[in-house]
């Protein structure tokens, strides 16, 4: 008997894997290793071959190929182990069987899941919803992931009608944080092409993620004793809290949606004497990168003319681009996915994503990687949750992909 895919997220998702951002050492957090080395071990006991952890927590594996498919491609599945920075990581997950159609009322903590913020839950009456207690996320971003990979594999592992050529596996750390990549080794991996199992609702796939920048605004003033502070005292709070007045409201992320971009001001540090603030830049299109960058320096002439005397430092530092100019040059690996999702009962999605993935940074460092849906909804927050039979048939989808590699 396999594992259910829902007993293995049950499991992973008690796990507290939270990544913690501005920390230069991968992975951010230690506690990453707790997921890392249960996984080693399961990959193992499954039958998977070069199962390793490495000194960043990259965890690798190998599935070989069926007898008399070696030649085949090589592809990769990748998942990310670490949760959001931005809730309470290690989930008491909740499951609500046969679901109502109504409200989900989170048991430890006043929060309402509810059919008029999130009118797709009426496509899931009937089926079993997994949330946490309230108390932290759900961390279905991005265990369910992991344990349909790991599902899929125990699957193609017990079944041997199953064919299929040699298949990597990668479970990244810090993805969160956006250094899920920073020491991936393309080359140990050695696949041709692959998917990360990281998207949302069932049936999507992505090939588009924005390009992405961080603006790091420093604002420099000059502080004395409030006492003695007349025509001495250069406050850059109040220099740095302008430059946020003067970001465009029509250009955030509350605000916007689809194909627009944005400009994210998401944190800010200060005292009397220095004040960061960070920026976060958003387009899907290089031309609305530029414009938003000019934007950003024309805020700060605008802040400098106010404030004269206190020192503005603006520096931009790119993220990632968009993974859609790599893809097409590679038409058969979406064609695949598209195909996979067929064959699995599910007509696919196209669908961009407001935000990057691992995917998007390996597709620039010659892996194409678009993304596919694990089944999770309301990422990165308390009301996250997940229908079992979406992750049944992400499974589903990977064993389909993995065949159609060996059909090629
Ligand atoms: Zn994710």
């Known amino acids: 008997m396999s594992e259910s895919v829902e007993n293995r997220f049950l499991r992973y998702v008690k796990i507290d894997t939270q990544s913690q951002d501005d920390v230069e050492k991968v992975p951010s957090t230690d506690k990453q290793f707790t997921l890392a080395n249960m ?43 670490d949760t959001s920075p931005e809730a309470p990581g290690g989930a008491n997950p909740v499951v609500w ?23 797709e839950l009426k496509n899931y009456v009937g089926q079993t919803i997994i949330t946490s207690d309230g108390t932290s996320l759900l961390g279905a971003d991005n265990k369910a992931g992991v344990a349909e990979i790991m599902t899929a594999l125990e699957l193609m592992v017990k079944d041997p009608t199953i064919k299929h050529g040699k298949i990597r596996i990668a479970f990244t750390p810090d993805e969160e944080v956006g250094k ?3 020491f991936f080794d393309v080359d140990r991996f050695g696949a041709k092409f692959a998917y990360t199992i990281d998207g949302g609702e069932l049936g999507e796939v992505e090939n588009e993620t924005f ?18 502070a007349k025509n001495k005292m250069r406050n850059s709070i109040r220099a740095a809290g302008y430059f946020i007045t003067l970001l465009p409201e029509d250009m955030a992320p509350e605000t916007t949606e689809g194909w627009e971009g944005y400009l994210h001001p998401n944190n800010f540090k200060g005292a009397v004497e220095e004040t960061t603030i960070k920026v976060l830049i958003r387009d899907f299109k290089n031309e609305g990168m530029e414009e938003k960058k000019k934007e950003l320096e024309a805020i700060k002439g605008r802040v400098n003319e106010r404030y004269q005397d206190i020192d503005i ?73 997940i229908p079992v039979q979406s992750m049944e048939k992400t499974v589903e989808v990977i064993i389909e992909l993995a065949k159609l590699v060996s059909e090629r």
């Open 313 to 385: 430092n603006l520096e931009i530092k790119e993220s990632y681009k968009n993974m859609k100019i790599i893809l097409d040059k590679h038409p058969h690996v979406m064609d695949m996915a598209f195909e996979a999702c067929r064959r699995a009962g599910i007509e696919p999605k196209l669908r961009n994503i407001r935000g990057g993935t691992d995917g998007a940074r390996l597709c620039f460092m010659g892996v194409p990687t678009p993304n596919i849906f694990a089944g999770g909804i309301n990422f990165h927050g308390k009301k996250e949750f």
């Open 211 to 228: 390009n992405a920048a961080t603006a790091i605004c420093k604002f420099k003033g000059y502080n004395v004793h409030p006492g003695y």
């Open 97 to 119: 069987k046969d679901y109502n159609g109504k409200e989900l009322k989170l048991p430890k903590e006043d929060i309402v899941i509810s059919p008029n913020e999130n009118p």
């Open 180 to 182: 899920g990549t920073e």
């Open 39 to 81: 996984l080693v071990e399961e990959l193992k006991a499954i039958g998977l071959e070069d199962v390793d952890v490495d000194k960043h927590c990259y965890v690798m594996a190998t599935l070989p190929a069926s007898p008399g498919f070696e030649k085949k491609p090589v592809v990769g599945f990748i998942a990310h182990m």
